[in-house]
Antibody, heavy 119, light 106 residues
């Protein structure tokens, strides 16, 4: 059974780096049939795509976040990760990892993890 | 970047009503559009992809249509479990979500 689980600190200080990991079970991230993505949702607001990674390591980022974002995949651990540097309060959100079909829809989501940026 | 605009932002309806939610793209997205349902405190759930393809396990009362820049999600007969927020997503160029439509009890 497919399961995605986000993990990482729930509190990050301003100007520091937000780091999250998505652990995938039930399917290999090595599968060429999917991409793996990160999406976030500020409290009470809409969804924002952050970026996507393929098992080859190819990455695609939201242009508004591109200068601060790095997404990587670790096939040996069946995980992929998000790093967002120089965070501010505006980066406070629930962060979701999700499996993306080859065409582009996000077909399966993790439960999400709230990350608060505050000193 | 492609912008997605949903309307209305909030919709009040009763059980059994036919409900329509609109999503407009700032440029043609060639049908690369998905719809999601989100309930409070939960992750979004994929309902429809490629404009009108129903995700496995999703009730047939949900349907999608549209082309070019204008798309619609229809719920043919609203059920108690359908009160939620709905988002559209374009994936023609990277990915952008609409701001959401909350379907609430009238």
């Amino acid at each position: 059974q497919l399961h995605l689980q986000e993990s990482g600190p729930g509190l990050v200080k301003p100007s520091e780096t937000l780091s999250l990991t998505c652990t995938v079970s039930g399917v290999s991230v090595n599968s060429g049939s999917y991409y793996w993505g990160w999406i976030r949702q500020p409290p009470g607001k809409g969804l924002e795509w952050i970026g996507t990674v393929y098992y080859t390591g190819s990455t695609y980022y939201n242009s508004s976040l591109k200068s601060r974002v790095t997404i990587s995949v670790d096939t040996s651990k069946n995980q992929y990760s998000l790093n967002l540097k120089s965070v501010t309060a505006a980066d406070t959100a629930v962060y979701y990892c999700a499996r993306r079909a080859l065409m582009g829809e996000f077909e399966y989501w993790g439960q999400g993890t709230l990350v608060t940026v505050s000193s | 970047d492609i912008q997605m605009t949903q309307s209305p932002s909030t919709l009040s309806a009763s059980v059994g009503d036919r409900v329509t939610i609109s999503c407009r793209a700032s440029q043609s997205i060639s049908g690369w559009l998905a719809w999601y349902q989100q309930k409070p405190g939960k992750a979004p759930k994929l309902l429809i992809y490629k404009t009108s393809s129903l995700e496995s396990g999703v009730p047939s009362r949900f349907s999608g249509s549209g082309s070019g820049t204008d798309f619609t999600l229809t719920i043919s007969s609203l059920q108690p479990d359908d009160f939620a927020t709905y988002f559209c997503q374009q994936y023609h160029s990277d990915s952008t979500f609409g701001q959401g439509t909350k379907v609430e009890i009238k």
